[in-house]
């Protein structure tokens, strides 16, 4: 193994109330966005018995994607696009858009009407199959501030597809899941729901009658334990609408001396998609692999000031500072508390999940501070560039994974060598660059339709008739 758990457990003095509190603000990360969820307006969910596909395998019949003009320009989409047919021809790729992207083989393009959707699918519904095989669109009934009209978007899809994809899909429909959820704080194996005490934070707050995390209480084992209560049940309503049981990917307080330092450390996380630090895989030998994320890691492995990769990082991100510059400024940015946090976090979820029986790997990955790109609109403090917000795709006895490039060849290259030690081949493809920035990797970017994998007999998936 490349580095498991066992390493270093970083030991962290319990800090105040205060510092505690700036570690779990705002930990409901969106893939990008802003902090924070309400309830949409209850209606009636009918969520019960639907199957959702594993995100370890089976082959992804369709990729739906939102690609508004706000954030991408025509080019960028196109290349993209392109890219991801020419990986998988067969694929169904539908679009929501408001560009005027080029008629192309399996492209479906679902006009936005003037709706300022967000570019992350991902978050705001699932996709599953109800008994028969048919596709039943799940929409979480939790709003992202700053992003309310995406809870639309479930709606604008089912509404949009094109005739032939409606027939094929058993003629879709939309319902309300009758628990908070963010798809980029889930992963889902074949057999466990796996996530962090993050992914649960909106409906903990429910279950406690809180508005924010009670911070200033973990430093007292009763209040610790009051939080991962409440956070275990969560898990548990999350667990019934997926059909798997929840495991979360670290420990949690038991109502000890060692809660406070516990606490410490899963605050580091906080703030973060899960997606963007874990990466799950189900070769077709051995057991689960856990990729998990490690800021250490990347460090070491930079390629020299000279190397003509800095200068290529330098544009496709429009850094202010100067290429010969850049390394040494993100060792610096490794170096400092918030990276440090997160680096004790990660050290805590491989130690956890090699104990759980996982293979643990581990996988580059940085924190790349925004006052590099030289816009104050962007009020996030950094943004993670790395090589688990990937998605996963078996066809055969091959795994695949497909996610973005990095823009430093060198760590690309290390990427993929470290995903073939682990069974599957990483394919990279060409970034959206205002996405990544926002902190939105490829499977934020991306929701996938797959076989249905629970034992429906499912209706086709390929669509019928001409291509576009």
């Known amino acids: 193994m490349t ?12 800090p105040s109330p205060r510092t505690l509190g700036a570690l779990f603000a705002g930990s409901l990360a969106a893939c990008a966005a802003s902090q924070g969820a309400t309830r949409a307006p209850a209606d009636a969910p009918d969520a019960d018995g639907l199957c959702f596909s594993s995100d370890t395998g089976g082959a992804i019949a369709a990729s739906i994607y939102s690609l508004p003009s706000r954030y991408f320009a025509l080019a960028e989409a196109e290349r993209l696009l392109d890219a991801v047919h020419a990986l998988a021809p067969r694929r169904q790729l539908v679009v929501l858009s408001d560009l005027r992207l080029a008629p192309a083989p399996r492209r479906h393009l679902v006009a936005t009407d003037g709706e300022e959707f967000s570019p992350w699918p991902r978050d705001p519904f699932s996709l599953a199959h109800d008994s028969g095989g048919r596709v039943r669109v799940v929409i979480r009934p939790n709003l ?15 509404r949009g597809l094109p005739a032939e994809l409606r027939r094929a899909w058993g003629e879709p429909t939309s ?39 009670p911070v200033e209480t973990f430093a007292a084992p009763a209040g610790a334990t009051r939080y991962a209560a409440a956070a275990r049940r969560a898990a548990a309503e999350l667990a019934e609408l997926n059909g798997r049981p929840a495991r979360f990917v670290h420990p949690l307080p038991r109502g000890d001396a060692e ?46 000031p000279g190397d003509p990769s ?26 400092g508390p918030r990276a440090r946090g997160l680096d004790r976090f990660l050290d805590l979820v491989a130690e956890h999940l090699a104990g759980e029986g996982l293979a643990v790997e581990r ?16 009020a996030h403090p950094d943004f993670v560039l790395g090589w688990n917000n990937v998605v996963v795709e078996r066809a055969g006895a091959a795994l695949r994974a497909e996610g973005f490039a990095s823009g430093l060849a060198p760590l ?3 990427a993929e060598r470290r995903f073939a ?40 998936m390929a669509a019928p008739g001409r291509e576009r």
Do not use: K
Not at 145 to 155: M, T
Not at 188 to 200: E, N, P, T
């Open 412 to 414: 690309d290259a290390e």
């Open 3 to 14: 580095r498991r758990a066992g390493a270093a457990r970083r030991r962290l003095r319990l």
């Open 310 to 335: 800095w200068e290529a990082a330098r544009r496709q991100y429009g850094f202010v500072l100067p290429a010969g510059e850049l390394r040494a400024h993100l060792a610096a940015a490794a170096a």
């Open 363 to 378: 996988l580059p990955a940085m924190l790349v501070p925004i006052p590099w790109l030289g816009r104050p609109e962007l």
């Open 421 to 460: 030690a682990a069974g599957a081949r990483l394919e990279l493809l060409p970034p959206l660059v205002e996405s990544v920035v926002r902190n939105g990797g490829y499977r934020c970017a991306s929701n996938h339709l797959r076989e249905a994998d629970c034992g429906a007999t499912p209706a086709p």
């Open 144 to 158: 992202q501030r700053g992003r309310e009209a995406d809870a639309r978007l479930g709606e604008a899809l089912v």
């Open 259 to 304: 809660d406070g330092e516990l606490m410490t450390a899963l605050g580091g996380g906080a703030g973060f998609d899960l997606d963007s630090l874990l990466t799950l895989l189900r070769p077709a030998q051995g057991g689960a692999v856990a990729l998990v994320a490690d800021l250490s890691l990347a460090e070491t492995l930079l390629p020299p």
């Open 175 to 213: 319902t309300r899941a009758p628990t908070p959820f963010h798809n980029g704080q889930l992963l889902l194996d074949r057999d466990a729901l796996w996530l962090s005490i993050h992914s649960v934070e909106p409906r903990a707050l429910e279950l406690l009658g809180l508005g924010r995390v």
